[in-house]
Structures are given as C-alpha cells and as structure tokens.
C-alpha cells in the first residue's frame, strides 16, 4: 500500500471519528490482503492456487467474527477456504466489470440499484 493511501486512511479517521477507527481497519486489511497477494503463483500438484484462496485464508483466520479467528486449523477445512476463495473471486471479476466499464465511458456507471 503506498504511503499516499494510508495518509488518506489516517485523515478518514480523523475527519469522520463516529466510524470507529475504520481508517486503521481499511489499512490494516489492504496491508493483509496486499501480504496474501505475494503467494500468487504457487504450484500445489503443478496446479497454480488461486491468489483469492490466500485473501480467504486470511479473511476466516483474522477476521474477529470468523469462528477460525487466530485459529491455526483453518486451513484444514478446505471447502470452506475455498467456498470463501470462490465468493472473493466472483466479486473480484463483477468489480473488474465494472471498473472496466467506467474506463469505457470515462465517468461512473450505474449498477442497476
């Protein structure tokens, strides 16, 4: 994360206190996922494990809500890891979609709500 983003985090924080200290969260979650994101291209079997099975990892272990949370058995529940890996991936190529089409026409784009 560049140090321009967590400027802007900071001053989030600090401009709109009522949120809690979503400033530090965003940070410390762009700061995770960025982490999760230096596995992309390992090879399990020769099969390429997608980089969104590492942001899950992540998420189900970190994450205060998840039942796995500082849990060092989540890995071992691999469907689940990868059920999360597949909502992360499907909300990654539905972003992409969208920013694409805001390049296209250069502004916003309404997303149908």
Known sequence: MTSESLR?????????PERGDLGSQLSFWFTTLDSATQHAGTKVMEVEVPVEYFAALAFLALD??????????VGD??????????????TR????????S????????????
């Open 77 to 90: 529940d691999t469907k689940l890891v990868l059920d999360v890996a597949d909502v992360l991936q499907s």
């Open 64 to 73: 205060q809500a998840s039942p796995y949370y500082r849990n060092g058995s």
């Open 93 to 100: 190529t539905a972003a992409l979609g969208l920013l694409q």
């Open 8 to 16: 802007l985090l900071e001053k989030l924080r600090t401009i709109e």
């Open 102 to 113: 805001c390049v296209e026409i250069g502004g916003p784009v309404s997303t149908g709500d």
